[in-house]
């Protein structure tokens, strides 16, 4: 049985393409790592991307292992200086309300859910717990495939996962969705 923790990544610079963390994001993610450090965790995942890996050290520090980086857990899309703002946006939204559609750089939802849940198939093969940072979106992409729109909340669909917060997940089974209760 394999425990994952997904953690969003903490509250990013307000920048296109690859922004690091703000100095309050600095402080959840500590809070976070704080928080995560007495489960037991055998590993620590992260996308590639600066507002991923700037939260999973602080996880590694307060755990002691190292991270492990997949491309397989980057965000759904990324905005950057190639593309205007409102149509990243207005591509961002097609893929809330249509799984299948494909923006103009970037994943479909569908297609980001699937990359998530076989990265967390593969890792399911090593020892647990594990924390896995990521992004809103793609998890949100996951969590649509896991259990369905349903189980979801509105805010959740159209504004992601609040940052910091933590699915818990065992292997797929969906076991708590975005909790920030260890940063109140």
């Known amino acids: 049985m394999t425990i994952f923790y997904l953690v969003q990544h903490a509250e990013k610079e307000r920048q296109l393409g690859d922004p690091g963390l703000t100095a309050l994001g600095r402080e959840q993610a500590a809070r976070t790592a704080e928080w995560v450090r007495h489960l037991g965790l055998q590993a620590v995942f992260s996308s590639p991307l600066l507002r991923t890996r700037e939260t999973a050290q602080f996880i590694a520090a307060a755990t002691g292992l190292p991270v492990q980086e997949d491309a397989r857990l980057r965000e759904r899309m990324n905005w950057d200086d190639d593309e205007p703002f409102e149509e990243f946006l207005a591509d961002w939204a097609a893929t809330v309300e249509n799984r299948d559609f494909v923006p103009r750089s970037g994943d479909?939802?569908?297609?980001?859910?699937?990359?998530?849940?076989?990265?967390?198939?593969?890792?399911?093969?090593?020892r647990g717990p594990i924390a896995v940072v990521t992004h809103g979106g793609v998890t949100v992409d996951l969590l649509?495939?896991?259990a369905g729109d349903d189980a979801l909340t509105a805010s959740l669909l159209n504004e992601g996962v609040p940052s910091c917060a933590i699915t818990t997940l065992d292997r797929t089974a969906v076991v708590d969705i975005a909790s920030q209760a260890h940063l109140e």
């Open 108 to 126: 479909s939802s569908r297609q980001a859910g699937a990359r998530f849940l076989s990265c967390l198939s593969d890792l399911a093969e090593e």
């Open 144 to 146: 649509r495939t896991l």
